[in-house]
T-cell receptor, first 114, second 114 residues
Framework: DSGVTQTPKHLITATGQRVTLRCSPR?????VYWYQQSLDQGLQFLIQ???????AKGNILERFSAQQFPDLHSELNLSSLELGDSALYFC?????????????FGSGTRLTVV | DAKTTQPNSMESNEEEPVHLPCNHS???????IHWYRQLPSQGPEYVIH???SNVNNRMASLAIAEDRKSSTLILHRATLRDAAVYYC???????????????FGQGTILTVHP
């Protein structure tokens, strides 16, 4: 157990639907990162939050949004789902955002869009 | 982010040392060198990071060339549980849209033979 909790572990949904993925960071970590991993794209950075504020954005689609709540847990919302959104979604956390800190990743949510 | 180049795959025998190379000829003076690994069906796992000096921890050692244009991750005695994809990543200094994020490449697939 890495200390980063992601729920649910598996999710199967239909095209056009909306889902919410949840991440609880490791205790004490202020920064949360979301990544998408598909077979053909590898690990892609989506978005980062630090202590409730958005800090960096990567290749996140407009249909996707995220937020970090006062208790530091984060949610990634995926809407108008398409078959191509099927992937593993990982959340990671770190104490701070600086380059001298490692990330701790969760075990991921496997999303299947049918 | 500055790019890294790693071999696509490497093989090793159990209980032998493994040296995983990484070239990063465009590294800047403030980039940290991070290594992560991803075991099958799991999230990435932090292994080690460094700036200029060689680093050791309980998992591995990181040897950084004097000119910092390359580095080597050393697993002193490979076990079957070390079979994973190993990612070498340059982590840029804070600022701009790159702040905090890790950019994963394709990594090196390490196979460990019993």
């Amino acid at each position: 157990d890495s200390g980063v909790t992601q729920t649910p572990k598996h999710l199967i949904t239909a095209t056009g639907q909306r889902v919410t993925l949840r991440c609880s960071p490791r205790s004490g970590d202020l920064s949360v990162y979301w990544y998408q991993q598909s077979l053909d794209q590898g690990l892609q950075f989506l978005i980062q939050y630090y202590n409730g504020e958005e800090r960096a954005k990567g290749n996140i689609l407009e249909r996707f949004s995220a937020q970090q709540f006062p208790d530091l847990h984060s949610e990634l919302n995926l809407s108008s789902l398409e078959l191509g959104d099927s992937a593993l979604y990982f959340c990671a956390s770190s104490l701070l955002s600086g380059q001298n800190y490692g990330y701790t990743f969760g075990s991921g949510t496997r999303l299947t869009v049918v | 982010d500055a790019k890294t180049t790693q071999p696509n795959s490497m093989e090793s025998n159990e209980e032998e040392p493994v040296h995983l190379p990484c070239n990063h000829s465009t590294i800047s003076g403030t980039d940290y060198i991070h290594w992560y690994r991803q075991l099958p069906s799991q999230g990435p796992e932090y292994v080690i990071h460094g700036l200029t000096s060689n680093v050791n921890n309980r998992m591995a050692s990181l040897a950084i060339a004097e000119d910092r244009k390359s580095s080597t991750l050393i697993l002193h005695r490979a076990t079957l549980r070390d079979a994973a994809v190993y990612y070498c990543i340059l982590r840029a200094n804070a600022g701009g849209t790159s702040y905090g994020k890790l950019t994963f490449g394709q990594g090196t697939i390490l196979t460990v033979h019993p």
